[in-house]
């Protein structure tokens, strides 16, 4: 029937609905839009100067070095939102000053009608070479509230054993300043902190998984609650039968008791293990090694111009058996 209708209309009225047709389909979404309740502000481009953009997110956002080089290296990243029209602004010239690209954008009034869900950035020293890994959480924020503060996550070791403590490490940023910062382990809040930043110190923890998360208010009186997060406890690397031990010789002996020996390795000269000192016999022992390479280095706190022969030196400790490492001291 309507279209029956439509093709008796007379020449006035086809021009009227032909009319409404045109505006229904062919005016602008963006004039049809809602206006801005705030304003985003992207990182677009690290440009050519990464270390002063680096610089420039880590005091936007109160994150620390590593964890603003992961967000300059993963642009185009979300630097904030609902902020003010200036503020943004502020935002965009503060990184493009830095030498960066950045881009504001207009958040509609129907933004946070329906419950939304914002990254929260966190990173955790877990990479091989200890450098800091930046993770991606999302968090459920309340649809009738302003966004809450980032969160930023660390803990450390990088790869902790059931022998060490973990220290837990955790900060926040938000427009309106950080009030406080609340760190849960295994579902038990443990620490609270006034300020942008708290760090808690816990184990050691039995091998397997523990979790843990963080919670953050504003001092507008926001709050964003991190996800749970889980730090891998590894089994301690069992001790070693190997052993090095020896005793000084020469004109000098006496003197040994006021002399130590720094131990580096397994198969790794840098790497400090222990240090013993020579006993009033003059003999000395590293028991429970490892078996591997090992530099000793003989040392003093005293002005004594004696001197041991040799200084330093590499030792090849293997199997179960003792090396027998002895000191000329003149």
Same mark, same amino acid.
């Given at each position: &029937?309507?279209?029956? #209708?439509?093709?008796?209309?007379? $020449? ?16 602008? %979404? ?6 801005? =309740? ?13 270390? %002063?953009?680096?610089? !420039? ?6 994150? #620390? ?9 993963? !642009? ?10 200036? $503020?943004?602004? #502020?935002?965009?010239?503060?990184? @493009? =000053? ?8 207009? &958040? ?7 419950? +939304? ?8 020293? *877990?990479?091989? *070479?200890?450098?800091?890994?930046? #993770?991606?959480?999302?968090? +459920?924020?309340?649809? *009738? ?19 060490? =403590? ?19 382990? @295994?579902?038990? =809040? ?8 708290? *760090? /808690? ?27 749970? %997060? ?10 070693? %039968?190997?052993?090095?031990?020896? $005793? ?7 003197? !040994? ?13 840098? /790497? ?22 090992? +530099? &000793? ?34």
């Amino acid at each position: &029937m309507f279209f029956v #209708r439509m093709f008796s209309l007379n $020449k006035k009225e086809f021009k009227l609905l032909y009319f409404i047709l045109f505006i229904y389909l062919m005016v602008p %979404q963006y004039a049809l839009s809602k206006p801005c =309740k705030g304003y985003s502000v992207t990182l677009t481009s690290m440009g050519s100067s990464k270390i %002063q953009v680096v610089k !420039a997110v880590g005091e936007l956002t109160g994150l #620390r070095f590593i964890a603003a080089r992961k967000i300059v290296e993963s !642009a185009p990243s979300e630097l904030n939102t609902k902020l003010s029209r200036e $503020k943004a602004e #502020r935002y965009k010239q503060h990184i @493009e =000053k830095a030498g960066g690209e950045a881009r504001v954008d207009c &958040m509609s009034e129907d933004v946070g009608k329906q419950n +939304r869900m914002v990254t929260v950035r966190s990173e955790s020293l *877990d990479s091989p *070479d200890k450098s800091s890994v930046l #993770r991606s959480q999302h968090v +459920r924020v309340d649809p *009738d509230r302003e966004p809450g503060p980032s969160l930023g996550t660390v803990t450390e070791p990088d790869h902790p054993t059931n022998i060490e =403590k973990v220290k837990f490490i955790a900060s926040a940023s938000h427009a309106n300043g950080v009030k406080d910062i609340t760190i849960y382990v @295994e579902g038990k =809040k443990v620490h609270t902190c006034q300020g942008s930043h708290c *760090d /808690y110190t816990g184990g050691p923890f039995k091998t397997g998984s523990v979790s843990w998360n963080i919670s953050a208010r504003s001092k507008n009186g926001t709050e964003t609650i991190g996800t749970v %997060q889980h730090v891998m406890i590894k089994e301690a690397p069992a001790f070693g %039968q190997c052993s090095i031990s020896g $005793k000084v010789t020469g004109s000098y002996a006496a003197v !040994a008791p006021v002399f130590f020996i720094n131990l580096f390795g397994p198969n790794n000269d840098q /790497y400090f293990r222990e240090t013993t000192g020579f006993k009033a016999n003059g003999r000395y022992k590293f028991d429970k090694l490892p078996p591997g390479k090992y +530099r &000793m280095t003989v040392n003093t706190h005293t002005n004594l111009t004696v001197t041991a022969h040799p200084v330093s030196q590499i030792v090849n400790c293997q199997g179960s058996g003792s090396q027998n490492v002895n000191y000329d001291f003149r």
